[in-house]
């Protein structure tokens, strides 16, 4: 069964929404750049009226380690995310007390080179846009993964919503779906109607 992972997360009721709802992650993005920034303390306030089968994740870019392990702790967080420019080496410092997620960009298929020298629990594959580091509610080629041997699972991102979301786990068969934009009203407020349909379209695509 296809996970589902919502992203941007930045309040209480939509994450009670989401969790509601059974999806598998919600992530919160604690990049200060980002339209979708949630405070830690706020995250650790969202997180106390979570399900414990929901996974709670942190997005991180290019953060300093000391400050990833503090925030992670004080949230309450036991998935991390790292959208930026983080190395392998980086990346392992955290396992195995948490989970981590490694998300690549893509512009071409050459992209997809280093990928495999990270020893992490899921790949994130998202579009690359210069001015923005996710949430572009953009698509990039989704046959770029095709004929491309990964060794850990994938999570799909990037442009997903809930009118093409059926068509992309046809394409690609990941482990996992992951939305932001294409279930908002506006920049990091979840649209409930659009969470509904995009959870019962991912369950229809299986």
Known sequence: MTKIKICGVTNKVDAITASGLGVD???FVLYNKSKRYVDPSEVEDIINELSPKVSKVGVFVNEDKNNVIKIAE???????QFHGDETPEYCSYFRPKYKVIKAF????????K?????????????????????GTGKRFDWTMLKDFELLKPVI???GLDPDNVKHAIKEVSPFAVDVSSGVESA??????KLL???????????
């Not at 990270?118 to 998202?126: A, S």
């Open 196 to 206: 509904k349909k995009f959870v019962e379209n991912v369950r229809k695509a299986e």
């Open 156 to 158: 799909l991102s990037g």
């Open 114 to 134: 280093k990928v495999n020298d990270y020893d992490v629990d899921y790949y994130l594959f998202d579009t690359y846009q210069s001015d923005c580091i996710g």
């Open 25 to 27: 992650m919600l992530g």
């Open 74 to 80: 004080d949230a309450l967080l036991d998935t991390l």
């Open 105 to 112: 960009r893509l512009k071409t298929k050459a992209d997809l």
């Open 187 to 192: 920049p990091g407020k979840k649209d409930a």
